[in-house]
T-cell receptor, first 115, second 114 residues
């Protein structure tokens, strides 16, 4: 079965510093990986995805993610954090079960950016 | 913001009651998926609808049911509500037939069961 793990419940970073939110995956076959962000009392917003190709994926709001097959990781990164980046971040993997195309989510990582 | 809308925003029910949640998919999308997000957890897949039929189901009991309409909008129905059903219910729309398609989420419905 497909799964993702987010080893950190919370990441703290100062505004202007680079940030990394970690995600590791376990899949059979080729991984389709996603990052979503959730602001308080809101739904999930799509940030970026890895399907195939370049290991560095660029997404919305200046975020990028690095796919590493040997380490089975898909870490989310941003060169310079903003206070407005403070939110809950979810890594997800696509699970193809029969005809169903569903997402399996990690437990989430709360990013806190201090001014 | 995505074009996915959900109603109502909030809902309070008591144990044993029934509830219906609604979702309108983004223009051009033909598939709707429903997820349950309990407090402090990641979303859990409930089921998916395509061409007005259930197209896969997660580990949820039969009292969770759904519909999809010809315009691709969808409903989630939960019967005999239990306290543990309190959660944020998210719907996501996507385009079936595109393996690399992305699921876009609505703002969610917060259900509280007392």
């Amino acid at each position: 079965a497909q799964s993702v793990a987010q080893p950190e419940d919370q990441v703290n970073v100062a505004e202007g510093n680079p940030l990394t939110v970690k995600c590791t995956y376990s899949v059979s076959g080729n991984p389709y990986l996603f990052w979503y962000v959730q602001y308080p009392n809101r739904g999930l917003q799509f940030l970026l995805k890895y399907i195939t190709g370049d290991n560095l994926v660029k997404g919305s709001y200046g975020f990028e993610a690095e796919f590493n097959k040997s380490q089975t990781s898909f870490h989310l990164k941003k060169p310079s954090a903003l206070v407005s980046d403070s939110a809950l971040y979810f890594c997800a993997v696509r699970d193809y079960g029969g005809a169903t195309n569903k997402l399996i989510f990690g437990t989430g990582t709360l990013l806190a950016v201090q001014p | 913001e995505t074009g996915v809308t959900q109603s109502p925003t909030h809902l309070i029910k008591t144990r044993g009651q029934q509830v219906t949640l609604r979702c309108s998919s983004q223009s051009g999308h033909n598939t709707v998926s429903w997820y349950q997000q309990a407090l402090g957890q990641g979303p859990q897949f409930i089921f998916q609808y395509y061409r007005e039929e259930e197209n896969g189901r997660g580990n949820f009991p039969p009292r969770f049911s759904g519909l999809q309409f010809p315009n691709y909008s969808s409903e989630l129905n939960v019967n005999a509500l239990e306290l543990d059903d309190s959660a944020l219910y998210l719907c996501a729309s996507s385009s079936r037939g595109v393996p690399t398609d992305t699921q876009y989420f609505g703002p969610g419905t917060r259900l509280t069961v007392l």
